[in-house]
């Protein structure tokens, strides 16, 4: 579920309710109310930025040691890292190996393009804790 908010000039309103649709779904009342009181909290989301960018830097840390080249991150909890340079896999076959091989889940960035494109990069999540990135990191430094 994707829940969120936006402060913007009235004239910006009307092109944000056209992708909004398509943004968020499944905003049920009682997460709508969680996310209101959290916004009266500051503590709950000012460090949101400081927390993410220790945890990215804990996981290209942890996979500076292995094959693979990761690209620039910032914004987002997500990290991309390209494969091409040891391994003629497709995307989504090169996810279902590590799957299978080292039980660590990825997403193919060939699935965020509608015609399939593949550049041989996956997208590495590091909204998890400490100790699991760790973890995936030192099986994907196997690879």
Do not use: W
Request: net charge neutral.
């Amino acid at each position: 579920m994707r829940v969120g908010f936006t402060l913007v000039p009235a004239e910006l309103t009307n092109e944000i309710r056209k992708v909004h649709q398509f943004m968020t779904f499944a905003a049920d009342i009682p997460m709508q109310i969680a996310f209101a009181q959290a916004l009266g909290d500051a503590s709950s989301y000012l460090g949101l930025g400081e927390f993410y960018r220790k945890k990215r830097d804990l996981l290209a840390e942890a996979l500076a040691g292995s094959r693979f080249e990761l690209c620039p991150s910032a914004g987002s909890f997500f990290m991309l890292a390209r494969f091409g340079a040891f391994s003629d896999e497709s995307d989504s076959d090169f996810v279902l190996r590590l799957i299978r091989e080292t039980r660590v889940a990825t997403i193919p960035l060939s699935a965020f393009y509608t015609d399939g494109t593949d550049n041989r990069i996956i997208r590495l999540s590091f909204a998890k804790d400490d100790d699991t990135l760790r973890e995936g990191a030192r099986r994907l430094c196997a690879v």
